[in-house]
């Protein structure tokens, strides 16, 4: 089996307009790069389909592609729910959810391109001691 550590897209990659700079996250089914938008002149997190169970990265060193011909079906199946969610994400405009600004269909998988914010993560609020009034969440919530 081929460990996750060596499909990760290396430092100085180049997706179109993005470069990889290094690797924030690698869950079961995605791995999450901080980029650099050379277009736009910012940071962005990219977020490539990438099911390490049933996927590997082509010979290339940059394609994604099945497993083996059995795992053809699964990963279609994930790549269509991966782009579908990418399109809802790009619908959603709220002060407190990051921003997605883009998908991508390239390289065999897809990406989902990001902005960065700085602040908090909700997860680590819960964790923190850190208490909130009623009030205080219910105007936070929502702003228009």
């Known amino acids: 089996m081929t460990n996750i550590h060596d499909q ?3 430092e100085g990659t180049q ?3 993005y470069e990889i700079k290094d690797t924030l996250k690698i869950s079961p ?3 999450t790069y901080r980029a650099w938008n050379h277009h736009l002149k910012e940071q962005v ?3 490539e389909y990438f099911p390490h169970d049933f996927a590997v990265r082509a010979n290339d060193g940059l394609s994604v592609e099945p497993r083996s011909p059995e ?3 699964n990963f279609d199946y994930g790549l269509k729910a991966f782009l579908d969610q990418a399109e809802m994400l790009t619908q959603i405009k709220h002060p ?3 921003v997605a600004e883009n998908s991508l269909p ?3 998988t897809a990406y989902l391109i990001m902005s960065i914010r700085d602040g908090v993560s909700l997860s680590k609020l819960i964790q923190s001691e850190t208490s909130f009034a009623e009030t205080e969440l219910n105007s936070s919530w929502y702003r228009s």
């Open 45 to 47: 997190k990219i977020q």
């Open 106 to 108: 390239f390289n065999g």
């Open 15 to 17: 997706i179109g307009v």
């Open 71 to 73: 795992d053809k079906d």
């Open 8 to 10: 990760i897209l290396p």
């Open 29 to 31: 089914f995605d791995i």
């Open 96 to 98: 407190n959810i990051v």
